[in-house]
């Protein structure tokens, strides 16, 4: 079993940064890529970044792009999101997830869709004020 704790959320001002943190645990963690998502009040949950862990890829949502990074620690099982310039419109619960295993290409649209992912951490929540 995987265990994703995600760390880091919290209140910041507009034009701040924020780091977010998933460190992942299990008996045996592997993983073929690892993401990000967020969920506002009264939205679905959105694509926000992910990246293959062994190649390290990354894919970013066109509303984060340039503004967030997505960094990964293969030695520490950790992923983070590096937030820059954050807007108040960011202001979610954010999760992480990780795909265990895949085989095929990989691209953004897949990255995108949360079937894709097998395990979720429980959140972690970020608020932007104006």
């Known amino acids: 079993q995987v265990q994703l704790v995600e760390s880091g959320g919290g209140l910041v001002q507009a034009g701040g940064s924020l780091r977010l943190s998933c460190a992942a645990s299990g008996r045996t963690f592997s993983s073929y890529a690892m993401g990000w998502f967020r969920q506002a009040p009264g939205k679905e949950r959105e694509f926000v970044a992910a990246v293959t862990w062994r190649s390290g890829n990354t894919y970013l949502a066109d509303s984060v792009k340039g503004r967030f990074t997505i960094p990964r620690d293969t030695a520490q099982n950790t992923v983070y999101l590096q937030m820059n310039s954050l807007k108040p419109e960011d202001t979610a619960v954010y999760y992480c997830?990780?795909?265990?295993?895949?085989?095929?290409?990989?691209?953004?649209?897949?990255?995108?869709?949360?079937?894709?992912?097998?395990?979720w951490g429980q959140g972690t929540q970020v608020t932007v004020s104006s």
């Open positions: 997830a990780a795909v265990s295993r895949y085989q095929g290409s990989w691209n953004i649209v897949k990255a995108s869709y949360t079937r894709m992912y097998d395990y």
